[in-house]
Nanobody, 120 residues
Framework: QVQLVESGGGLVQPGGSLRLSCAASSDNFSLYRMGWYRQAPGKQRELVASITTRGITSVTEYVDSVRGRFTISRDNGKNRVYLQMNSLKPEDTAVYYC???????????WGQGTQVTVAS
């Protein structure tokens, strides 16, 4: 069982920045593909960005709507994954969730979510 706790959400003006953090309780954090998802009211949850450790490097993926504005990163030594969000837009408003997918099993875990609101 892996517990995930997100933090860093809040209210920000358009064009502003936020940094989300997700802390994981896992002895094998590097064996999880970590993702940030978001769900806006009335919409389906979508993958925003993911990061997978490959040896000494990481492979990242982004949804087109955030590429160039958001950056996902991870610190395997601290069992944390981050989402740096710049140039925020009102359409980025959503609850952001952290997810851990095991790369050696079918296990997957979700955090409880953190609200991000972009408004003036």
């Amino acid at each position: 069982q892996v517990q995930l706790v997100e933090s860093g959400g809040g209210l920000v003006q358009p064009g502003g920045s936020l940094r989300l953090s997700c802390a994981a309780s896992s002895d094998n954090f590097s064996l999880y593909r970590m993702g940030w998802y978001r769900q806006a009211p009335g919409k389906q949850r979508e993958l925003v960005a993911s990061i997978t450790t490959r040896g000494i490097t990481s492979v990242t993926e982004y949804v087109d709507s955030v590429r160039g504005r958001f950056t996902i990163s991870r610190d395997n030594g601290k069992n944390r994954v981050y989402l740096q969000m710049n140039s925020l837009k009102p359409e980025d408003t959503a609850v952001y969730y952290c997810k851990a997918d095991s790369i050696i099993s079918s296990n997957a875990y979700w955090g409880q979510g953190t609200q991000v609101t972009v408004a003036s």
